[in-house]
């Protein structure tokens, strides 16, 4: 039910996520049907998904593990069975291969429609008319931007209608903000805290088995994509993490005819590159050593350097190298037979603390896991 989506959305659809609280947040008007997912406070303009739904008020709730927002769901019907998942899509994005998603620098992403975000615009362009008059009244030029900027500022706070500033205030501790954006007719958001901060999150249409969509629901890179509600390699340590790796390499050797069968011996990210449906098998190697960490992780980690090396990642200063690869190799593990590898790597490269930024492109990086 989920080859088009994460895993864990078929036990959220049968209702066995028992590890996630889900919390009814609050209504969210949609007086034109064309749903937006954003970060608010930077990407307010973005476009609406390509598929509409009914104009009308619906229910919003948020999936909340460990403090942290799983997921933020917005509920299209009152009954229905999901008997699949669809990875929504805005306009120009038919091509993008993976699962395309939104874009967050605040920590906070957001449900709206777009009519409701048109009409706050308009009115926003309205007020920062008002102020740019202020300021030139004031003989400060734009070619002056330090002075210009900081009287511009001034002059909103002074008028204080600025409906996005209630959204920080507003979540605080809570995990979701509604936020009036248009006052005339009421319209609004539904913000809520991205998972574990800034990255890039997809959403996922749950479809009925007529097509129609029941429900919509973000996810914030909190729960893994294949998660099956097993221990989380998180909870591991690198002993735990080693012996993993020695095991699950075992498999997918056995998997492409190794195993004592004769046929040539897979290691390390050569493995990998199989699972994931890489090119030839290598040659038969001698046996390694099993003393010190696994295969796996050695790979991982000179694939790491290799990738520093070359300037297609940039880490942050005093990154620990170790702890990185260790993470990697648990993505990697989590992707096996995966379809577009590198565009889930790169996502998840944006994602993590230890990296600065990500030159490479996604076809880049699938080409160096294939091997």
């Not at 539904?190 to 097509?211: E, H, M, N, P, T």
């Not at 520093?308 to 989590?334: H, P």
Request: glycine share 12%; with cysteine.
């Amino acid at each position: 039910m989920a080859e088009d989506a994460p895993n864990w959305l078929t036990r959220l659809a049968a209702g066995e996520l028992e590890e996630v609280t889900e919390v009814e947040a609050a209504e969210l008007k949609l007086p034109s049907g064309r749903v937006v997912a954003c970060d608010p406070l930077v990407f307010l303009g973005a476009d609406p998904f390509q598929r509409d739904v009914k104009p009308g008020t619906y229910p919003t709730f948020v999936g909340v593990i460990a403090g942290e927002t799983a997921y933020a769901k917005l509920q299209l019907a009152k009954r229905g069975k999901i008997a699949s998942w669809s990875v929504a899509r805005c306009p120009g994005e038919d091509d993008v291969e993976g699962w395309p998603g939104y874009g967050v620098d605040s920590g906070v992403g957001c449900l709206v429609d777009r009519a409701t975000v048109e009409a706050f615009l308009a009115a926003e362009e309205a007020v920062e008319e008002k102020i740019a008059q202020k300021v030139a009244k004031d003989g400060i030029e734009p070619t002056d931007p330090i002075r210009y900027h900081e009287a511009f500022e001034t002059y909103r706070a002074e008028m204080g209608d600025d409906p996005l500033a209630d959204v920080e205030p507003q979540l605080g501790d809570a995990p979701f903000a509604d936020v009036i954006i248009e006052p005339k007719k009421k319209g609004n958001l539904i913000a809520f805290r991205s998972g574990s901060g800034d990255g890039v999150y997809a959403s996922f249409w749950g479809l009925d088995k007529a097509g129609k969509p029941l429900c919509l629901v973000t996810d914030f890179g909190v729960l893994e994509p294949t998660d099956d509600g097993d221990e989380s390699l998180d909870d591991l340590d690198l002993g735990e993490l080693d012996e993993l790796s020695r095991e699950m390499e075992g498999e997918i050797e056995r998997a492409m005819g190794g195993g004592g069968g004769g046929g040539p011996k897979l290691s390390g990210l050569e493995a990998l590159a199989a699972a994931l449906g890489g090119g030839k098998p290598p040659e038969p190697e001698e046996p390694e050593s099993r003393q010190g960490p696994s295969p796996l992780f050695i790979q991982t980690r000179d694939l790491v350097k290799k990738w520093v090396k070359e300037e297609k990642i940039e880490l942050e200063e005093g990154a620990n190298l170790d702890v990185f690869a260790e993470a990697l190799l648990e993505k990697l593990v989590s992707l096996q037979g995966h379809r577009n590898p590198g565009a889930h790597v790169g996502e998840w490269l944006l994602e993590r603390n230890e990296v600065a930024d990500v030159f490479a492109s996604d076809d880049e990086l699938e080409a160096d896991l294939r091997g």
